[in-house]
């Protein structure tokens, strides 16, 4: 299980003032199915898209509460783990 943390790095908050909507955990498929399905709807505005991509319709999602903590992604944050300080 894998999923984009939009926002939290800066390449991610890059793509989200560019409009980029985060498909969390999504496959490519149901991303690709879903996408097609909302705005094959008609009657969405862009907002309720990027709001709808986020919840779960028919299980494509995982609820955030059950996706495990991020991973500690630097050198610095395993060493704070450990009780060391770079400072």
Same mark, same amino acid.
Not at 9 to 34: I, P, Q
Not at 60 to 83: C, I, M, N, W
């Given at each position: 299980?894998? *999923? ?12 989200? !003032? ?22 094959? !709807?008609?009657?969405? *505005? ?12 028919r ?9 495990? %903590? %991020? ?6 944050? !395993?060493? !704070?783990? $450990?009780? $060391?300080?770079?400072?």
């Amino acid at each position: 299980i894998g *999923s984009v943390m939009m926002g939290h790095y800066a390449t991610g908050r890059a793509l989200e !003032r560019a409009g980029v909507v985060s498909s969390n955990d999504m496959t490519l498929e149901a991303t690709a199915c879903k996408i097609s399905y909302l705005m094959g !709807r008609g009657d969405l *505005s862009r907002d309720e898209i990027a709001d709808l991509m986020t919840v779960s319709m028919r299980g494509e999602v995982t609820h955030t509460d059950a996706l495990p %903590p %991020p991973p500690f992604s630097s050198a610095y944050q !395993r060493g !704070r783990l $450990k009780g $060391k300080y770079f400072y």
